[in-house]
C-alpha cells in the first residue's frame, strides 16, 4: 500500500517537558525522528512533514473546563497555590513547566492537525507521535497530561460530522481520560487494551466500565495481567478489537500507540517486544483500510526508555503507516547521534528477533495451557461477556 500521510513534526514539541528527572523524556521524540529519517522513512513519497499549530481555546474547551485552561495559562506563577492542587498539579507527576500551556497547546493542536487532515481526505493517515497524552481529564491533570489530545482532536471530528469515531489505545496505561470525556456518547467507541489496575496507574480500565446512558457499551476495556507478552498480547487485541470494530463501522481510527507495553519499559510490568509492537500497528493499519477507507489518525503516547525502545517502536509505527515495514541493523549514524543525545548503548537491531504473532484465538478460551494463560483468558472473556451483546456480538 502506497498511502498519502502527514506527520505532524517539529522540534518545538520537545518542549513538552517536565524538567530532569521526570520519566516522560523529551528526548524519546527527536531520537524517534532521527532513525526514522536515517532509514529514509520519512523521506517516502506520499509523506508530508507540518509544523504544528497551537490548538486555540475554543478548540481545547471542546472537552476541556474553560476554567481549568485558564488556570494552566497561569500556572507557572501559581505554582503553590490550592489551585494547582485542584487541578492535578504539584506532584511528582504533574510539576509545573514553564510554557505549559503554550506547549501542550501545541501537542493538542498537532491531534487536531492530524485529524483534519484525515477527515477532509487531503491525507490518509495523519500522525503525531508527540500526542496520545491519554489520562488528562476535563478539570485535572493526570499522570503526565495537561490536556487531552486524543479527546480533543475526536471531539473535533465530531464537531466536523463524524459520526462514529473508534479509538483504540493500546498503551500498557488505561486510557481514562478519553474513555471518561465520551462515556456517555455512542458515537465514539473506545477501547483500550491495558495492564491491569491491579499493578498499575491509574488503577481503572476493568471490564465493567463499558459507558453510560446512550453510550452504554461503547467503552470496551482489556485488563491483562502483569508478565502478559507478544503471543498472549496479541492474542487478546484480536479477541477484542476487531469484532468490535466491525460491528461499530467507525469513519475514522484514532489510535492511541503508547510503547511502554516493552518488557524494557521501566513504568510497567507487561512483556512485549517491538516485534509484538509492530504486529498490532499492521492490524490498526489493516483495520483502517478495511473498515473506514483507510482514514487513520496515529498518536503516540508513553514508552519511557527513550533510547532502546521508543525509537525503534514508532520507527516501526511510521514505517507501517507509510507503507513498508523496516528491518535489519541500526543505522551507525543514528547510533553515534543517540549516544550524544542520551547515556547508554544504544540497539543494534531494529527488532528484537521476536516472531510478533499472536498466540492463536480460535483454540476454545479455557483451553489455554500457558502458566498464566487462565488469568489471561478470563480476562478476555470478562471484556467480552461485558460488551459484546451490545453490539449484536456473541461473547
Ligand atoms: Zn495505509
Ligand atoms: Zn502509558
Known amino acids: 500500500m502506497s498511502d498519502s500521510t502527514l506527520v505532524v513534526w517539529d522540534e518545538v ?57 485558564g488556570f494552566v495559562k497561569v500556572a507557572p506563577d501559581e505554582v503553590m497555590s490550592r489551585l494547582a492542587l485542584r487541578y492535578g498539579f504539584g506532584n511528582g507527576d504533574n510539576p509545573v513547566f514553564e510554557r505549559m500551556h503554550e506547549t501542550s497547546a501545541l501537542v493538542t493542536g498537532a491531534s487536531v492537525q492530524a485529524a483534519a487532515a484525515v477527515w477532509s481526505g487531503r491525507a490518509q493517515h495523519g500522525v503525531n507521535l ?30 466536523a460530522g463524524a459520526q462514529r469515531v473508534a479509538y ?92 511502554d507495553t516493552h518488557r524494557l519499559d521501566p513504568l510497567a510490568h507487561l512483556n512485549c517486544t517491538v516485534d509484538g509492537q509492530r504486529a498490532a500497528y499492521a492490524r490498526m493499519h489493516q483495520l483502517a483500510h478495511e473498515l473506514c477507507d483507510g482514514r487513520w489518525v496515529v498518536l503516540g503516547g508513553g514508552g519511557y526508555d527513550p533510547l532502546a525502545v521508543v525509537p525503534r517502536a514508532w520507527t516501526h509505527a511510521l514505517a507501517e503507516v507509510t507503507g513498508a515495514r523496516v528491518d535489519g541493523t541500526v543505522p551507525e549514524e543514528w547510533r553515534d547521534y543517540a549516544t550524544q543525545r542520551v547515556d547508554g548503548t544504544p540497539p543494534d537491531s531494529l ?12 483454540a476454545p478460551a479455557r483451553a489455554w495451557d ?25 461473547a
Open 13 to 69: 514539541l520537545t518542549d513538552y517537558d517536565h524538567g530532569p528527572g521526570h520519566p516522560l523524556r523529551p528526548v524519546r521524540l527527536d531520537l524517534t525522528i532521527a532513525l526514522a529519517r536515517s532509514l529514509g522513512v520519512l523521506q517516502r513519497p506520499g509523506v508530508t512533514i507540518a509544523a504544528p499549530q497551537a490548538a486555540a481555546d475554543d478548540v481545547l474547551e471542546l472537552v476541556h473546563d474553560p476554567a481549568y485552561v
Open 130 to 159: 508527540s500526542g496520545g497524552l491519554h489520562h488528562a481529564m476535563r478539570d485535572r491533570a493526570s499522570g503526565f497530561c495537561v490536556y487531552d489530545d486524543p479527546a480533543v482532536a475526536i471531539a473535533w471530528l465530531l464537531g
Open 168 to 259: 483504540v489505545d493500546v498503551d500498557v496505561h488505561h486510557g481514562d481520560g478519553v474513555q471518561a470525556a465520551f462515556y456517555d456518547d455512542p458515537r465514539v467507541l473506545t477501547v483500550s487494551l491495558h495492564e491491569s489496575g491491579r499493578t498499575l496507574f491509574p488503577g481503572t480500565g476493568w471490564p465493567d466500565e463499558i459507558g453510560s446512558g446512550a453510550g452504554t457499551g461503547f467503552a470496551a476495556n482489556v485488563a491483562l495481567p502483569a508478565g502478559t507478552d507478544d503471543g498472549r498480547w496479541l492474542r487478546a487485541y484480536d479477541a477484542v478489537v476487531p469484532e468490535l470494530l466491525r460491528a461499530f463501522r467507525p469513519q475514522v481510527i484514532v489510535s492511541q500507540l503508547g510503547c
Open 351 to 362: 527488532t528484537d528477533g521476536a516472531s510478533g504473532s499472536a498466540s492463536p484465538v480460535d
Open 370 to 394: 500457558g502458566p498464566d494463560g487462565g488469568a489471561l483468558d478470563r480476562a478476555i472473556q470478562a471484556s467480552r461477556d461485558a460488551v459484546f451483546g451490545h453490539h449484536d456480538l456473541v
